[in-house]
């Protein structure tokens, strides 16, 4: 049974840090692109980062852009997300995601395994 399960949501201050961690099991991802989205309430599910199969290629969505950094570990089977300097815009629920194909993605389509989501809210 393929899982993406990830840890670290919580509840932190405007400007603070947290570091999201997204695990694999039931089969490697090694050769896969990784992505993590975000849904607050309300609102459509949308494009955070992604970073292709051996982290050499990433894209950020414009919000989060010099803020927030995605890594992986393909020996763990692991994918991270850095997030610094968080906003109260930034409060929502986050999904890591496990693309269909190696390369870096931003559309939904693409992403073939979903994780259940981590809530992260940031007070003003």
């Known amino acids: 049974q393929v899982q993406l399960v990830e840890s670290g949501g919580g509840l932190v201050q405007a400007g603070g840090s947290l570091r999201l961690s997204c695990a694999a099991s039931g089969r490697t991802f090694s050769n896969n692109g990784m992505g993590w989205f975000r849904q607050a309430p309300g609102k459509e599910r949308e494009f955070v980062t992604a970073?292709?199969?051996?982290?050499?290629?990433?894209s950020y969505a414009d919000s989060v852009k010099g803020r927030f950094t995605i890594s992986r570990d393909n020996a763990k089977n692991t994918v991270d997300l850095q997030m610094n300097s968080l906003k109260p815009e930034d409060t929502a629920v986050y999904y890591c995601?496990?693309?269909?194909?190696?390369?870096?993605?931003?559309?939904?389509?693409?992403?073939?395994?979903w994780g259940q989501g981590t809530q992260v809210t940031v007070s003003s």
């Open positions: 995601a496990a693309a269909s194909a190696s390369y870096v993605y931003t559309e939904k389509y693409h992403y073939s395994y």
């Open positions: 970073i292709n199969w051996n982290g050499g290629l990433t």
